[in-house]
T-cell receptor, first 115, second 113 residues
Framework: GAGVSQTPSNKVTEKGKYVELRCDPI?????LYWYRQSLGQGPEFLIYFQGTGAADDSGLPNDRFFAVRPEGSVSTLKIQRTERGDSAVYLC?????????????FGEGSRLTVL | GNSVTQMEGPVTLSEEAFLTINCTYTATGYPSLFWYVQYPGEGLQLLLKATKADDKGSNKGFEATYRKETTSFHLEKGSVQVSDSAVYFCALSVKGGSYIPTFGRGTSLIVHP
């Protein structure tokens, strides 16, 4: 597609459930980022992929959060045993590492609500 | 570590007013600086950037100058329009490694006709 695509756009779940959020980056972009944005806050870094590997996962808050990118394109953010504090908008972004400028292209986000 | 501080919003202006949104930063290393904008119902998109001291980034009538001496990157526009209503995020990334951008908390701009 032309831009970064994220699904679902909205997800409501119950505390303790498992959730998957998907990101389809811009074709050819090898770098992929996940951020989390809470209400009234800026994007908070979670994890960065270069190709298939997680190059930096220092932003993942705990071991309930995990992300994969098995073929170097689509990525899935997985959250186990969800808690109410996980409610936020999860943003995915991609970039062309040929530039190496830190300039990202964002999707519209997946809004997660944990009841 | 790296951090970005933005002025609190919302900023409320009348159409054709002058806009300034303040941004200051702390960085380990030499950063590139960015302004991203998020229009209602849309994803964040890059508005402008500057990669070295004294550079001026500009786009859509917005400008920001990289001031190393004051560690600032204030966003300005001479005459705002209703369509500029959005949330504006200042960000930085530091050369070396992954260039993972660090974002400020965002400043909401509301422009009235």
């Amino acid at each position: 597609g032309a831009g970064v695509s994220q699904t679902p756009s909205n997800k409501v779940t119950e505390k303790g459930k498992y959730v998957e959020l998907r990101c389809d980056p811009i074709s050819g972009h090898t770098a992929l980022y996940w951020y989390r944005q809470s209400l009234g806050q800026g994007p908070e870094f979670l994890i960065y992929f270069q190709g298939t590997g997680a190059a930096d996962d220092s932003g993942l808050p705990n071991d309930r959060f995990f992300a994969v990118r098995p073929e170097g394109s689509v990525s899935t953010l997985k959250i186990q045993r969800t808690e109410r504090g996980d409610s936020a908008v999860y943003l995915c972004a991609s970039s062309s590492t040929g530039e190496r400028t830190g300039e990202l292209f964002f999707g519209e986000g997946s809004r997660l609500t944990v009841l | 570590g790296n951090s970005v501080t933005q002025m609190e919003g919302p900023v409320t202006l009348s159409e054709e007013a002058f806009l300034t949104i303040n941004c200051t930063y702390t960085a380990t290393g030499y950063p590139s600086l960015f302004w991203y904008v998020q229009y209602p119902g849309e994803g964040l998109q890059l508005l402008l950037k500057a990669t070295k001291a004294d550079d001026k980034g500009s786009n859509k009538g917005f400008e920001a100058t990289y001031r190393k001496e004051t560690t600032s990157f204030h966003l300005e526009k001479g005459s705002v329009q209703v369509s500029d209503s959005a949330v504006y995020f200042c960000a930085l990334s530091v050369k070396g490694g992954s260039y993972i951008p660090t974002f400020g908390r965002g400043t909401s701009l509301i422009v009235h006709p």
